[in-house]
Each structure stands twice: as C-alpha cells, then as structure tokens.
C-alpha cells in the first residue's frame, strides 16, 4: 500500500543503530536489558531518547510563560512565495504557525515548507569560512578570507582579465542582494554573471519577451481559478509547485475545468487531470503544430484578436500546414483524435491557460518552444484576459527577482540590455561615470579569424551562459571570445549537480586557480573535485536570518522580515558582497548611496535604489513602505482578483505585492499589474496593452525579393479609457510634445528629462527617464508608456523566426533527424556550439542502439535545487533517501531488473555511469527512463561523503543525473538539453 | 459537544507531504517515527490517489481494547491519547490498529519497543497542558491552545480537513456536491460516466 | 524474533517456575514497580515535574471555535 518510493530502511536504520551499541556484536540479554533501561536496581544509564520521550529537551521548543514575536518572512524554496509565520523565543525560532492572511498560500505549505524551521537550526550547515589547504579543510577567519579571496582576484584580473572571473550569483538571493550582485559584476567589469534562470527559464524569458514584451508569468497561481481550461505541457506542478494546485484544483471544481496534462510521463499532476495525454520528450513544437492544424482547419481561432493584435500569424500557417494529424503522430507519439480533442477543448472552452515549466525550456528548441506555446495562447485569443495566459511557473524562491534585477550575461539590471543606452542610465543612477565602467572591461583581442573587441564593444557583449562555464575553462584559449580563458569561480547560492557533463564539469573545477563558494552549505562544488589548495568557502545564511523583498512567480513582490539573527558565523549576501568591494577598492562609489551599517548594507536602501532606476519594467513604484504595509495587511487582498477594496487604509486599491509592472514612482501609487497586457482594465487599474517593443513597422521581405511596410502597432485594439483608441508607439518626449501631453509634465520633470537629453532631449524615452515624468502623464491619459504593439508570431531576430521542430541532439529516432536536424554548428556567448556535428556523431555510432532508453529528470515535492540543503533537512531527509532511477516494466524485465534493486544507468558521453536504485513503475514509459535532479554525493559508484568538510555532509547522498547528462544548447540563451538524452540501464 | 475528526480529500491529496514535515517539525518527532505517512495506491497509473494518514482516533478504538495496561483514554473531544508511562511498549496496539498509528522508537526484540508514539491530534498527553513535560514526551498541544492539528492547518491543497466533524462533513459534502461526482463512490462511473480525475 | 523460554514476555510464560537468583518475573515483580516509577524519574524534566493530570482533566474537553480555527474552516471552503 505504501506508495514505492519509500522503502523501510528507517527500521533499518533503527536496528543498526541498536545492535552498532553492542561490543561483541551479539545480542544477548544483558545488554539488551541494559539498553533498555529494564536492568537490575531500576536506574539505568540511558540516552534520553529511549524511554519514547518525543525528544531531548534543549533549546528549540517553545517555552512556557517565555513572550513569543512573531515574524513574517516567505519561504525559500520555490516561486509560489508561501508566507512563512515565524514564532521567535529568545531569538530563537521555535515554531511555524499557519499564515492564514496570505491570499496566495492561506496558511498552505509543502513538505518543503513546512520543515523551514529546520534550515535556521543548521545542524549540517557551514559555520566558518574554511579553506582548502593540501586536501584538508581548515578553518579561518572572515578577514582573512576576503582578503585572500580578494588578492587572488586581483592577481587573476592582472595576469588574465576581468572576464577570467565568473561571478556566478544565485536565484535565492533577494532582490537587494541580486541587484548589489550585478552591480558588483558591472563595476568588477564582466558580464560573465548568471544565475540558475539559465538553466531554467532562461529559454522563456528569451522566448516569450521577443513574443509581446516581458518574459514573465502572464497571470498569477490565483487567476487561474478563472480558468475553464488549464493545459500544464512539460510542468509537474503537484511537485515542483503544489500549492499551486490549491488554485488549479478549486478553479477546476468551481469551474468543472478541463486539466490537460501533456507530458512524457504520467505525473502526480497528470494523476489529478481529467486527460492525460503521452507523448515522445523534445517533440513539443510538433504537438503544438499538430493542435493549431486542427484549430485553423476547422476556423476555432479568435479571428478578431489576431487581426488587431497578433502579426505574422499567416507565416505560422504555413508551417502550421506540414503538421497533419499522421506527422504528428509519426514524430511525437499523440494519436490523432486525441489531439484533435484536446486542440477543440482549449480553443472553444475559454478562458483557457497554458502552463510550462523544465519540461518545455530545457531543450535545444526551448526559445522556439516557448514561442509555439505563445502562438498556441495568441492564435486562442488566450492572453490579456482573466483565466487565460502564459502562466509560467518559475523555480526557486527569486529567481524571477534575480532574473529581473539582472544576474544575465545578456543584461544590467532591469532588461536594459547592454548596449550604450543601458550603461548610461545605469550609470546615471548608481551617479559613477559611465567611462568609468568602461575602463573596467578587458580588451579582447582577435582570435582565430574572429573580431577583436574595445573595451566598450566588450562591455556590450553578453558573458559565457553558466551550462558552459567549464568550457571555457578547459578549452584552448584560442577558442574562446575574450581575453582569456576562465581561471576563477566566484559561486554565491548555486549547485553543482544541476548542470549536464558533469564529468567535464568535474575537470574544470580541478582547472580552477580560484573557486570560491558563499553558501549555507559546502555544496557539490567543494565535495566532487579533487582540488587540493585555492578553495574557499563562506558560510551565508539564508533569507530568513536577513531581511529584503523577493519576487514570486506571479511578479508579485512580498518583502521578508528578518526572523533570526544569522547563525554560527554566516552573514548575508550584502555584508559578503559589501566586503569583497571594499577589498576590491570599489566600495566607496558603489556604495555611495547606500547606507552601510557595520559593513552590512542596509536592504531598504537598496530597493530604493531600485526603485529609482528600474522604470523599463515597473520596479519604480515598489518602496519598501508600501511592500511592507502589503504584508502587514494581507488580509486585506481578494482571493482571486488579488485587489484590496479601495477604501482600505494603507493599501487601498493595491494588487498584492504590487505586481510589476508598478509605473512610475511610488508616489503616484500604481497598483501594480496582475494580468499582463489586459485591455478590458484601464492602465491605473493595472490594465495594458502589448509591447511595442520591435518597432512600428516591419519591413517585411517578400517572396519576390521586395520588401513591404508592415505595421506592428495594435488595430483597433486598446486598453479601457486609452485616449489613443489604436496602435501607439512607446512614449518619448518628443511623442508627449506630439502629442501636447508635454505641458502636464512638471518643471522639475522637464527639467530632469533635458538634462538626461543634452542635446537631443525629444529622444529621452519613457524607461531612462528618472523623473518618472513621461510614466505618469501618459498614465494620466490612459496610455501605458511602453506603447501599444502587436505581438509577434514570428520572431525575425531569432534563428528559426518561425518554431520548427528539431530532433534534440541524442535522438531515439535517427531516421527523424535528417529530416529535422538541430541548427547548424555555430558560435554562440564566445564559444563554438557543436550540437550538429554531436548530433550528427550520435546516429553514425548508432546511440539509438547501443542507448536506447531516453532519459528524462525532474523534480520531486520533497528536495530543492540541487539539493545540498533540503537533504541536510532531517525532516526531509527520511522521506528521500535513495536516488533511483524509474524503469518501465517491460524495460526492467528485459533487463533483469527487479524493483528496489541497483542498477547502473550509462550514457553516451564521458564513459558516464552512475549507480542508482531502480524504480521500477508505469508512470514512464516504454523506452523512457526518469531521474530526479536533486543528488549529489556519490559520482560515478563512488562515495564521497568524506569530501565534505566535517559535520557538513548532507544526510542524504546519492548520484547525480547530470553526470549522464549530454551536450547540447539553446543557440539563444545557452539552455541545456536536460530533458532528453539517450542512456543504457542494466542490473547492477 | 463537538467531536473531532481527520477527514483527508483524497480528490485533492497530491501526495506533498507538508502534513508529514509539519508534524515533524511542530513536535519533533525523531527519524523513524512517522505519525502522519501519506499512502498512494496505483502510483504511477491512471487512477493513482493519495490519502493522508494518521491515527484515525476511533470511537471505539481498537487500541485501547487490546491495551494490557489500558493507557489509553478517550478525551470529551474525541481525541484518543495515552500515557506512555503506563506503555509497556508490547505492541498489541499496533497489532490492533487497522492504520498502524502506533510506532515504537525501538526495533523489537523480547517484547520491547519502547514507548509507543502515535499521532495525538495536537491534544498532548496526561501531563499538564502546555508544560515542558507535556512537549518533551508527547509534542505541542494545539488543542488547548484554541488550534487544530498543524497537518491539516498546513496542507497544500486544503485536502486534509480537521476539527469539529459536523463542520468538516459539511465541508467535504460542499465539495463533492460542487465537483458533481461520488468521491469514488463505488458503481458511480457506470451509473452516471462522471469520473474523479482519472 | 527468536524465541527462548528466558526471553518470551513476562505474561506469556506462566508455566515456568522461578529459578533461582533474580529471574524476569521475579525482577518484574520485585522491581516492577520501581522499574515504572524509576523510568519516569528519569525522564529529563526541564521544569518543576509537573504532576500528570487527573483523569476527568485528561478527558475534558479542549477543542474550542476561536478565530484561528474559524479561520481554518474559512480556507478550507470555496
């Protein structure tokens, strides 16, 4: 009846620690009488724990008659932000107590969240900075770790240049201390600085924003109890984000919804869908074509929302035609009419929402994959509506914060990108000179044929994605685009089992000068290598032993009170950061407008910070007042609409967490946007339009070579109580002076938006406009500032501007690759992408053959990540204690394979082999095979629990699934290809 | 007189395990004693469900008959708790239990198993209410402070349901009249084609 | 479980005759008492040891609808 995950090694455990008491190793009477306290005269020497007393009685209960504070603060786990209620003794947390008043989690938790407590008691975390000295680990101080760190830098930055340095940041961070992270990558002069985005959604934000203007989540986990139709394709929200389906699931009773679920394998979501649909990993774009085929054949489109606000939805009928019922089924497995069910259900039984997660980004095709689930949206009539929408659900607790504030080698803070403009404006905000930022960066010069690069043309190219990192480690410089290969990492928060080609990954860290980790945990970076000397680690406490506003999937912001001081000798991400720039000499000018207490920048200061520079994505309205007078009065917020009723105090009006976009500046009192690009709200009332953000029109190519005028500005569509009743192009100043809209803005306005001009001031655009000036008044006339575009169907700046199907890089059908090969080898982010050529090698060996199971990973409800802190949590640990690997039935009795029994899973590159328990069940199929992503800790049949620094080693060790894990890469964000390669499983 | 229950939606149980960690942490309960355990059947198919399970807290619970030390007792709530300094630790209640609520700290050999541990529904034990010595031996006492079982204060999608049993039956009948279907009822595919999910 | 005449729980092996010296039954019975009343002293008692509560206060009832439980029925319903 138990479900077969769990097996009973907890009786084992209790046995072993039973009979490992007894010297002769035998059981006789005596001393199992005197163990359990029954012996002669009464009073035994006894552990505490053996006469059933629930626990030792030390610090951490709640104590009677001891006053109780409480605090708020938001779980740290994944992007849903469940409130977390904290109740502290003494400055010790000593409860978790429901947190009845959040609208987005009412008082719900997971396994994960429920056991947050555990995190702060640490018994498993780092307490000091330790340093790796001939293989042992030792312990020092904080100033004398920073100051070698920083030396080290130094030396690497003269000998090789800034871009030697990694600066890998985390999605864990808050939104103040992502921030301060791209700021001290900008003033440290690289854009090599990433964050686990990359290898999560980093195909949806590149995907979805060249669509209609922001890569984020449309809606929100609440809205969708709107939803008559919900499609999850490539998402296990049961397990990756469940209490998210305390929406999903009364939205569908409510609403008798439709829950489709489209995935590889038969999920505990698709457990609770109403139809469950199979089909082969990395065919999505021909799923996608394969419905909308049905849904133009039989005229199921929303005819009127394409015509005035989608362009180039005719070239996607063209492809769209290839894609019959019989081809789709050739090359993904859905049997026609099933589709044809599932394509009628979501274009008719509106509103309808699509939802993707790992399982539609982590391929080779995820850009064009996420824009096919956006056509899908588009061509339904199925964004900007209540119930409707791309409602992506993000990972870890900020990675959308992090995402937005900038830890992306494309990108500064906010999705300014990186050309002058975006330098300019920042500079103008942090008021350091823009030269001086450019003195910063490398010279490059020119390598094998290629361009070199200025100092200024190189602070304007993106950095090295990190899926790749130790590519540029153990590649000939001569390969690689900057000055020189990479020598150092400089890790805050990330794992080291989460990205594929671990093996290789494994010898670049060996490569390294320079690897430091700032984690509550060693994690797999300071365990898997052989590395002797140049390591460093420092302990950094998590979010609720400091205080900042993090970002949740559905943009709304939820600011984190501080509910225990930092533990040990942990401090957090600003006072680490602060410490590095003082060392690296910059500290003074970054920190010029930022208070700093006892070395600790103060996080309020930091948003607001924020808040003066991030216009471009509506971060400008969020002050910390207002954030925290959200969390006092949740209570206050609709259920479902996440509006507080008008005439309340404090946050009357507001949506919760003043979802970005909040316009303008805190004063005018935006009340943040809850569903993107929603014409039927008046843009005060959190309403927009589409992005005009590729311009205003499009010189379209013909097919007879000419080239004709297309406008890309929304027909006859906008947002309620617009002025403009049609298309309109993002506001300027000189569009506000077109207009007449300029007289209302303020002389203090004026003048800001000339100064920031000099001599072109009609140019000054809505975004770097710091006196939120041209934001306000079109707000004023019921315009949105960044204009009123179609969305593109077709993106002309990406390759493969139309989605077409690719056979991922290890392919269980060589037959299908000739006919859909991936793109063409390349260079892409300073290094050659080989995909083809590896593509190419994989059916001349014949892999289908000799690997024949594909071999897919994910996530399960119980871990987190990469799992270095969630299998320190003892509470969680007992609950996982094997890695495994699930086998079908028929592929384990082909092979021998019992249930529960050890297998090793080999895979086509690196000899990679690692031996896991096997699972053997129904919910994969024929020829599939399924590892979560979350171990580490033994590599390659080898444990290496003892390379942990004492007292650190998780509870749980296990092998990681990215040791198998093969080569491929997004050509326009560097994703890896994590959800399909090719492996061989046999009885170990 | 209110009598209180654990009623687990098993159409919304997603199998999370919070009710599990919560537990855990609110009493801290050592490794290898799990009150609350989430059971799935079908893992893995078409018709896989997922339930919560603790002790059920019976009206006329079998534990307590069997008990050769009777040290259990039934509170004007309807919780069943014990002493475990009466506990013996012979295991018959575990024998008797049709959930197997009851768990031992130890392994047995010879007839013991150490005190017996089970779920309390947050009502604490025979000690004084809200003292250390109720905590250390039987965990936090919910009840009394004018709460319910944190398992189901805590579950994910609102599936386990605790308190009053009339107030709980009206919930969970609110639901099944809202979904339009038996909650698997037996025959209710074949009589009316309506399934739960799968 | 291996099973011995020594080691069958004290209730079950009515039939054996006392050895001499301190068998099981005889230590139950002569330390039988003493054995429950010295676990429970041993029991780390972090304050004054409270005493155990009488039997019509064990039973009495706790449950009571204050504003955190209202809550909880409030999330539980549509």
Redesign the interface.
């Known amino acids: 009846?138990?479900?077969?995950?769990r097996d009973a090694t907890?009786?084992r455990?209790?046995?072993q620690g039973?009979a490992a008491g007894l010297a002769s190793g035998v059981?006789d009477?005596r001393s199992?009488l005197r163990r359990?306290?029954?012996a002669?005269?009464?009073?035994?020497a006894?552990g505490?724990?053996?006469?059933?007393?629930?626990?030792?009685?030390k610090a951490?209960?709640?104590?009677?008659g001891v006053a109780v504070e409480i605090k708020k603060n938001i779980c740290t786990h994944c992007s849903v932000g469940c409130t977390v209620i904290a109740e502290v003794q003494n400055g010790v947390w000593v409860?978790?107590e429901?947190a009845?008043d959040s609208p987005i989690n009412?008082?719900?938790?997971?396994?994960?969240?429920?056991?947050v407590?555990?995190l702060v008691h640490g018994d498993r975390r780092l307490k000091y900075p330790m340093k790796l000295v001939n293989g042992e680990w030792t312990r020092i101080g904080w100033d004398q770790a920073i100051s070698e760190i920083g030396d080290k830098m130094t030396e690497i930055r003269q000998k090789s240049g800034a871009d030697s340095v990694y600066l890998l940041g985390s999605a864990k961070f808050s939104n103040e201390g992502a921030y301060l992270f791209r700021k001290f990558a900008a003033f440290w002069g690289t854009n090599s600085v990433d964050h686990q985005a990359r290898i999560c959604h980093s195909t949806t934000v590149a995907g979805v924003a060249n669509t209609w203007g922001y890569g984020a989540q449309t809606n929100s986990y609440n809205d969708i109890r709107n939803s008559k139709t919900i499609i999850f394709m490539g998402s296990n929200a049961?397990?990756a984000h469940?209490?998210s389906?305390?929406h999903v699931?009364?939205g569908k009773?409510?609403n008798?919804a439709n829950?489709i679920v489209l995935d590889p394998r038969?999920t505990?979501?698709?457990?609770?869908?109403?139809e469950?649909v199979r089909f082969r990993s990395g065919t999505d774009i021909a799923v996608i074509w394969g419905m909308l085929h049905h849904i133009f054949a039989n005229g199921w489109e929303d005819k009127t929302f394409i015509e005035q606000r989608v362009y180039g939805m005719d070239q996607i009928k063209a492809e769209v035609a290839k894609w019959t019922p019989a081809e789709v089924e050739r090359v993904s497995g859905i049997p026609g009419e099933q589709l044809k069910k599932v394509a009628e259900t979501f274009a008719k039984q509106r509103p309808s929402t699509f939802i993707w997660c790992m399982g539609g980004t982590q391929h080779t095709v995820g850009t064009a994959n996420v824009r096919a689930y956006c056509n899908l949206l588009l061509a339904t009539g199925n964004v900007g509506v209540f119930g409707g929408g791309a409602n992506i659900f993000r990972g870890h607790c900020n990675v959308q914060g992090a995402t937005d504030l900038g830890l992306d080698i494309t990108t500064l803070p906010l999705y300014y990108g990186l050309v002058e403009g975006a330098w300019k404006h920042w500079a103008r905000v942090w008021e350091v000179d823009y030269e001086y930022f450019q003195s910063r960066f490398d010279e490059v010069p020119a390598k094998g044929g290629r361009p070199a690069r200025t100092r200024k043309e190189n602070m304007e190219t993106p950095g090295i994605p990190s899926t790749r990192w130790f590519d540029a480690t153990l590649s000939d410089p001569e390969d690689v685009d900057q000055r020189d290969a990479l020598k150092a990492m400089v890790i805050f928060g990330h794992g080291g089992n989460t990205v594929p080609r671990m093996p290789e990954m494994v010898k670049g860290l060996e490569k390294l000068e320079l690897l430091v980790v700032a984690d509550p945990h060693p994690t797999t970076f300071a365990a898997i290598s052989g590395r002797k000397n140049g390591t460093y680690l420092l302990p950094i406490c998590t979010q609720f032993e400091t205080s900042g506003s993090r970002s949740a999937s559905n943009r709304s912001i939820q600011w984190g009170e501080q509910v225990v001081k930092p533990i040990f000798e942990s401090k957090d991400d600003y006072e680490v950061i602060y410490r590095l720039s003082e060392k690296l000499g910059f500290a003074e000018q970054m920190f010029k407008n930022i208070k700093v207490e006892n070395k600790r920048p103060v996080p309020e200061d930091l948003l607001r910070e924020i808040n003066r520079g991030g216009f471009s994505t509506g971060y400008s309205g969020q002050s910390p007042e207002r954030l925290k007078a959200h969390m006092r009065n949740q209570d206050k917020f609709d259920l479902v609409t996440l509006r507080a009723k008008a005439d309340v105090a404090e946050v009357g009006g507001d949506y919760y967490g003043l979802p970005w976009p909040c316009w303008g500046t805190p004063a005018i009192k935006h009340p943040g946007t809850h569903t993107l690009y929603n014409t039927n709200l008046h843009v005060k009332d959190g309403g927009g339009t589409f992005r005009a953000r590729f311009g205003v029109v499009y010189a379209e190519k013909q097919p007879d070579g000419t080239s004709k005028n297309v406008n890309l500005l929304a027909e006859g569509s906008y947002s309620l109580g617009s002025e403009l009743t049609d298309g309109y192009p993002e506001f300027t100043y000189g569009v506000l002076k077109k207009l007449g809209w300029d007289k209302d803005l303020t002389e203090a306005e004026v003048a800001t938006i000339t100064k920031i001009g000099g001599a072109n001031p009609d140019a000054v655009g809505w975004a770097i406009d710091l006196s939120g000036g041209i934001i306000r008044v079109a707000l004023d006339h019921g315009c949105i500032p960044f204009g009123n575009g179609k969305a593109r169907a077709v993106a002309w700046n990406l390759p493969d501007p139309v989605p077409v199907h690719r056979e991922p890089i290890y392919s269980s059908r060589p037959e299908l690759v000739g006919q859909y090969p991936t793109r063409p080898d390349g260079r892409q982010f300073r290094m050659a992408n080989i995909g083809l050529s590896v593509q190419k090698a994989a059916v001349d060996k014949g892999f289908a053959k000799s690997f024949p199971i594909i071999l897919t990973s994910g996530r399960l409800?119980?871990y987190e990540g990469g799992g270095e802190e969630t299998r320190s949590n003892?509470?969680?640990a007992?609950?996982q204690q094997d890695m495994f690997v699930?086998v079908n039935p028929a592929d384990a009795a082909e092979r021998g394979i019992a249930d529960g029994s050890f297998v090793w899973v080999t895979g086509p590159e690196n000899n990679s082999k690692a031996r896991v328990k096997a699972l053997v069940?129904?919910?994969v199929g024929r020829g599939v095979a399924f590892m979560p992503f979350h171990f580490a800790g033994a590599f390659q049949g080898v444990d290496q629990r003892g390379n942990y620094p004492k007292g650190t080693d998780p509870i749980v060790l296990g092998e990681s699934v990215n040791t198998i894990t093969t080569y491929g890469y997004d050509p326009v964000t560097g994703m890896h290809e994590g959800k399909v390669t090719l492996c061989q499983i046999r009885a170990a | 007189m209110a009598r209180v229950k654990f009623l687990c939606d098993a159409?919304?149980c997603?199998?999370?395990?919070?009710?599990?960690?919560?537990c855990?942490?609110?009493?801290?309960?050592?490794?290898?004693i799990?009150r609350r355990?989430?059971?799935?059947?079908n893992?893995?198919?078409?018709g896989?469900?997922?339930v919560s399970m603790a002790c059920m807290h019976c009206t006329d619970a079998p534990c307590a008959a069997v008990c050769p030390v009777s040290c259990f007792y039934t509170t004007a709530d309807a919780v069943v708790l014990h002493s475990?300094d009466l506990?013996i630790?012979c295991g018959y209640c575990f024998y008797a239990c049709p959930f197997g609520a009851p768990q031992?700290?130890?392994?047995g050999?010879?007839g013991?198993r150490?005190?017996?541990?089970k779920c309390t529904y947050c009502a604490g034990g025979p000690e004084a209410d809200?003292?250390?010595a109720e905590?250390?031996?039987?965990?936090?006492n919910r009840l009394a402070e004018g709460k319910l079982p944190?398992c189901a204060?805590?579950?994910?999608?609102?599936s386990l349901l605790a308190g009053d049993g009339d107030i709980i039956a009206s919930i969970y009948k609110e639901?099944v009249m809202?979904?339009?279907y038996g909650s698997g009822a037996w025959g209710w595919k074949t009589a009316y084609k309506e399934t739960i999910?799968? | 479980m291996t099973k011995s005449p020594?080691?069958m729980p004290s209730g079950a092996a009515a039939t054996e005759k006392p050895a001499a010296g301190?068998d099981r039954r005889g230590?139950f019975r002569v330390?039988g008492a003493?054995?429950v009343?010295?676990?429970a002293?041993?029991?780390?008692?972090?304050?004054d040891a409270q005493a155990s509560e009488t039997a019509s206060e064990r039973t009495k009832a706790r449950y009571r609808e204050t504003e955190?439980v209202k809550?909880?029925y409030?999330?539980n319903r549509?």
């Open positions: 009846m138990l479900t077969k995950r907890s009786g455990a209790r046995l039973f059981l009477r199992f359990s306290g029954l002669a005269g009464g009073a035994a006894l505490t724990l053996s006469l059933g007393s629930v626990r030792k009685a951490g209960p709640m104590q009677p409860g978790q429901p009845w009412r008082g719900s938790h997971c396994a994960k969240g429920a056991s407590r555990e049961a397990e469940p209490v389906l305390q699931l009364t009773e409510t008798r829950m038969f505990r979501t698709a457990a609770h869908a109403t469950y409800v119980e003892r509470w969680l007992e609950l699930e069940t129904d919910r | 159409d919304r997603i199998e999370c395990n919070a009710c599990v960690t919560a855990k942490n609110e009493h801290d309960v050592p490794w290898g799990n355990r989430v059971v799935t059947i893992d893995g198919k078409p896989e469900r997922s475990k506990c630790g031992y700290p130890k392994v050999n010879f013991s150490g005190k017996m541990d809200l003292t250390s905590y250390v031996k039987y965990g936090s944190i204060e805590m579950c994910s999608t609102k639901r809202k979904r339009g999910a799968s | 020594e080691t301190l230590f330390g003493a054995a009343v010295a676990a002293a041993v029991v780390p008692a972090t304050e955190h809550n909880f409030r999330v549509y």
